[in-house]
């Protein structure tokens, strides 16, 4: 079983990512900021495809908003981008966020996580 709907591009390593693991890092981080806007972030996508692929931009941004995203596309833009090293943060604390570890597991209906750490200054969980 495959997911359907869920647009994939390939990174530089040939890895798969989905429009899933960008609507995932957009709302996370988006929440995350919200709830805790003095810590940092640490996401493992940016959104330089999703500028320039409107189509994926759009799935990736209603994936998010279904489940309670930033409320706009440049919201939600930033917010996948707030993994980038320069927009982390001067915080004490590091939220690690890894939105689909196992992406071909997700793309076939097999097992995948989504994985999200906190830790410290000195990368302690």
């Known amino acids: 079983r495959t997911q359907k709907g869920i647009s994939v591009i ?3 390593d ?8 960008f609507a995932i890092q957009g709302l996370v981080s988006a929440e995350l900021q919200k709830k805790f806007p003095n810590d940092r972030f640490m996401g493992e996508e940016d959104a330089s495809a999703l500028r320039e692929d409107p189509a994926l931009c759009d799935m990736a941004f209603q994936l998010s908003e279904r489940f309670g995203g930033p409320g706009t596309k440049e919201g939600f833009l930033d917010a996948v981008d707030r993994g980038l090293e320069e927009d982390r943060g001067e915080g004490e604390r590091v939220w690690i966020l890894d939105p689909i ?3 071909k ?4 209906g097999k097992n995948y996580i989504v994985g999200l750490a906190l830790c410290n200054a000195e990368g302690e969980p």
Do not use: H, W
Not at 14 to 21: G, Q
Not at 105 to 108: A, D, H, I, V
């Open 10 to 12: 390939k990174e530089g």
């Open 14 to 21: 040939s890895t798969p990512v989905t429009a899933a693991d």
């Open 101 to 103: 570890d196992g992406t």
């Open 105 to 108: 597991g997700f793309m076939t």
